[in-house]
């Protein structure tokens, strides 16, 4: 059960994600599926085309009928989900991606109506899969569809404006499936852009495709210093983004606040991990802030049930309601920083503005599974009576974890819902405020381990 994760799927390839497991969660998906097609594609990983083989058995075996997409960047599965094809509009769609996990690590990103597929229905689809017997066998069911082509014609198409602007651009596909795409797009729109390791290879051999990382940023921010204007990296599946100008390595709540200087009193919906500034300057802009749970899947819901105009996650999902479709797409949110450059917004000038706090990164605390979650009931437990040297707390946010804010600044405590960690944050106007709060939660978090 543990490669059901709350997001997606995800697993270490043949020894928990096989032909029995892979064919199970197959057949098992296609009884969840109104409808007959479901569009699959797959990432750069080596084992990706022979897990399309195995889900395509069970789905065939469960009466749908596969689109066949190829390997493509995660954002044109999710569009996929928006486009017919020679008549066809997909059911669902099927993601094969392990995103910026290790090499031997692969997993399926579920969209079913346009909707995530995450949370309880994937636990319970797991527990079916578990119980299961052998899947039947079935004929092939397979039709080839070009979305990759589609979804690029789409950006050109949406960006033509851009054409030919002067901006020298660099960027890193760090060998995921985002040089499938940013080539020709770049290309199309005659954009001077120079691009790194554009050629997806799942066995990443120039450093890990994850730019939340500083280190898997030296490459690109070296050629940056030589002469670029701006710089954008991308995880393995390109539904995060990095934007690197020669001041700032801008995060995605940072980025949000960018994005809507140009929309007209937008909804924006943040997970507990963003910056108290982006919420505090969206509410002076006349914006209508909202803080939400971490988690790609809880974001899209909850753009949904508020018709937000824009959501965020610090580590660099974006994702567009304002003229798209309301999905993380790190390749769409380039072309949509292009657009503000273009607009005469200058990205560095701007944050500039804003007023100055020290953040730590997220620091992430080994536990377990069985733990995680007991430790944060404990640490809530623990704030209804905080020790007598805590530091005087405003009020505490509990939608996903503890957010506490104090009276200068705030300090964050929640469960990962996808590795066996407790991830902590921090954030004051005062760099010694921003110490004693981490001390101060890190002395409560050890009380509850002790406790438990």
């Avoid at 691009?195 to 495709?209: A, Q, V």
């Amino acid at each position: 059960m543990s490669i059901y994760r709350e997001y997606d799927i995800r697993g270490i390839f043949d020894k928990e994600l096989n032909e029995a497991s892979v064919t199970k969660i197959g057949y098992a998906l296609a009884k969840r599926i109104n409808g007959d097609y479901v569009a699959v594609g797959y990432d750069a990983r080596s084992h990706s085309p022979i897990l399309f083989e195995y889900l395509v058995a069970g789905l065939n075996a469960g009466g749908k009928t596969v689109l066949d997409m190829g390997m493509v960047p995660t954002p044109v599965n999710y569009f996929s989900n928006y486009q017919e094809f020679e008549g066809i509009t997909p059911n669902a769609s099927v993601m094969i991606t392990g995103s910026h996990n290790p090499s031997e690590y692969n997993g399926f990103k579920i969209t079913i109506d346009k909707a995530p597929f995450f949370g309880s229905d994937i636990y319970e689809l797991g527990k079916e899969c578990e119980a299961m017997d052998d899947v039947p066998q079935a004929g092939r069911k397979v039709i080839k569809i070009d979305a990759k082509e589609r979804y690029i014609d789409y950006i050109v198409d949406q960006f033509s404006h851009l054409k030919g602007m002067e901006t020298k651009i660099v960027y890193d596909c760090g060998n995921g499936v985002g040089g499938t795409v940013l080539p020709d797009i770049f290309a199309k729109l005659q954009l001077n852009a120079k691009g790194l390791y554009t050629e997806p290879d799942g066995t990443f051999p120039n450093h890990h495709p994850d730019p939340s990382v500083e280190k898997n940023l030296e490459d690109v921010k070296a050629e940056l210093a030589k002469g670029y204007d701006i710089a954008f990296a991308y995880d393995g599946d390109a539904d995060r983004i990095a934007v690197l100008t020669h001041k700032n390595n801008i995060k995605g709540d940072m980025m949000a606040l960018l994005f809507s200087l140009v929309m007209e009193k937008p909804t924006v919906i943040g997970e507990v991990k963003c910056s108290q500034v982006m919420y505090d300057e969206l509410e002076k802009r006349g914006a209508t802030p909202i803080m939400y749970k971490t988690g790609h899947s809880n974001l899209k819901v909850k753009m949904k049930e508020t018709n937000a105009d824009l959501a965020c996650e610090v580590s660099g999902h974006i994702f567009f309601k304002h003229r798209y479709f309301g999905y993380d797409d790190a390749i769409y949110a380039t072309f949509r920083v292009l657009e503000l450059i273009k607009e005469g917004i200058d990205l560095d000038a701007e944050l500039a503005k804003l007023p100055q706090v020290f953040s730590t990164e997220e620091i992430k605390i080994e536990t377990t599974e069985e733990q995680k979650f007991l430790i944060i009931e404990k640490i809530k437990e623990l704030l209804q009576n905080p020790p007598a040297d805590f530091p005087t707390i405003k009020n505490i946010i509990d939608v996903d974890g503890v957010r506490i804010n104090f009276e200068k600044g705030w300090g964050l405590v929640r469960a990962s819902n996808t590795t066996p960690v407790l991830v902590t944050r921090f954030e004051s106007t005062d760099e010694a405020e921003a110490k004693r709060y981490e001390e101060a939660v890190n002395a409560l978090i050890a009380k509850a381990k002790n406790l438990l």
